[in-house]
């Protein structure tokens, strides 16, 4: 190996720095480990396609709870600043984050723990994920060194380990899957000696063939998936037909043939990056939105994953970040995004409520709920407006923002857009 792994600090994201050259030769010196990854998505996935019709059949047709934990963020520390990254949390409302900590900042545990302390003290509950690079790959023993570090420091504050990062992209420094397993095998060992719970695969986007050939060994307590669904714009659109909510149920399907048992699933990471913040945003392109169309995908993004009763948590990748994040970093004092107020509506709406149903309209996707003894309903369309009348007369109605609108009349007509409103119903 003669590459040296670059971080693009503005993207918080490695640079591809492997020659293809390189990552081809390694995949033709290790072509029999493809034989075993087709032979457990023949063993494990031909049964989870069967398992997803179910799934889908009974998607949004059954009640399902949004419990306090479902609306979830993750953070990173700001030196110096560490205090106003929990007090935003904080006003978010969100009551579990997700903590990054890169094998190349070992030296920075002490750091990384008394922000986790500063998390805890607010009654945060805490997940870590472990980033690896190329060079863990190859110095099997310093991993196992820096997992058993972080386990044996972070125990008391945290009990959640999420073990890899995205590594279905070579940038991170695994190059097939084989490898992934020869990583995430020491967390196991030692997950009894700490009494901690390993949350993984951590694939990236929509590649769930690989989840039969990791899920199958490696006993993961909880699924997880980096789903982003970006790249198609709106997440009701369909990336070769597969839109956010038959991905969902794809996902739960696979990790419960994989695991041969019902598998919690959490997406771990998910964002839309933002027009207009150039080496800041992750990706180029038809990706990027405006910050109104970001909170817009927010609210709705969550709203599909939770209703249909598969996914138990939903992280957004992050707090703060000028390229994508809920809270805009670039500008004094730190600017709350759109996304930032439609987040902590919905996780103050939605949060213990029961979804009920879904009501299919004319270009319009409602979504009913019940929360202490009120009835209420999740509303936008995909992209022209439209009057929906509900079959009940409106008692109010929020903005995505969680603002109070003024009522159009008496009855249940409202105007509907891709922003979200939360309408409550009169008793």
């Avoid at 900042?105 to 723990?113: C, G, P, S, T, V």
């Avoid at 769930?208 to 790249?231: E, G, Q």
């Avoid at 809920?326 to 996780?347: G, K, Y």
């Avoid at 409602?366 to 009835?375: P, S």
Wanted: hydrophobic fraction near 40%; aromatic fraction near 14%; proline fraction near 7%.
């Amino acid at each position: 190996m003669d590459f040296k792994f670059e971080w693009n600090e503005l993207a918080d994201q490695p640079h591809n720095v492997a020659p293809r050259s390189e990552r081809l030769s390694h995949h033709l010196r290790h072509w029999r480990t493809y034989f075993s990854l087709a032979w457990a998505d023949l063993r494990y996935g031909l049964p989870g396609l069967i398992l997803y019709r179910s799934y889908r059949r009974s998607m949004f047709r059954r009640p399902a709870k949004i419990g306090a934990s479902a609306v979830a963020v993750a953070v990173s520390p700001r030196p110096g600043r560490n205090e106003e990254v929990v007090s935003l949390l904080r006003e978010t409302g969100v009551r579990e984050a997700l903590l990054r900590i890169p094998s190349w900042e070992k030296h920075r545990l002490a750091d990384y723990f008394s922000f986790a302390r500063l998390l805890r003290a607010e009654n945060i509950g805490l997940a870590i994920a472990l980033l690896q690079r190329r060079e863990d790959v190859i110095d099997a023993p310093a991993w196992r060194r820096f997992i058993e570090d972080v386990f044996s420091r972070f125990r008391s504050e945290c009990r959640f380990y999420e073990i890899g990062h995205a590594w279905n992209r070579t940038k991170w420094g695994v190059w097939d899957y084989s490898e992934y397993l020869k990583l995430a095998r020491p967390a196991f060992e030692l997950r009894d000696k700490y009494g901690v719970k390993l949350v993984g695969p951590a694939v990236i986007d929509f590649e769930f063939h690989l989840y039969p050939p990791t899920l199958s060994v490696l006993p993961f307590d909880k699924s997880s998936s980096l789903l982003y669904v970006d790249r198609v714009g709106a997440p009701e659109n369909g990336q070769f037909g597969w839109t956010t909510e038959k991905k969902v149920a794809l996902f739960k399907a696979l990790s419960d043939s994989s695991a041969r048992r019902p598998c919690d699933c959490w997406i771990t990471e998910v964002n839309w990056p933002l027009r207009g913040t150039g080496p800041h945003s992750p990706a180029s392109g038809t990706p990027n939105v405006t910050e109104e169309q970001q909170a817009d995908y927010l609210a709705r993004y969550y709203v599909i994953c939770l209703a249909g009763g598969l996914i138990e948590r939903v992280y957004w990748w992050q707090l703060v970040a000028p390229g994508y994040g809920l809270v805009d970093s670039r500008e004094e004092p730190w600017r709350r995004r759109p996304a930032f107020r439609a987040l902590a509506s919905l996780r103050t709406i939605l949060s213990e409520a029961t979804f009920t149903g879904k009501a299919a309209g004319p270009g319009a996707e409602v979504f009913y709920f019940t929360k202490d003894r009120r009835d209420l309903a999740a509303a936008w369309t995909r992209d022209r407006s439209v009057q929906f009348e509900f079959p009940r007369s409106v008692e109010s109605v929020l903005s995505r923002d969680g603002e109070e609108l003024s009522l159009p009349g008496p009855g249940g007509s409202i105007r509907l857009d891709g922003s979200p409103r939360y309408v409550f119903f009169k008793p």
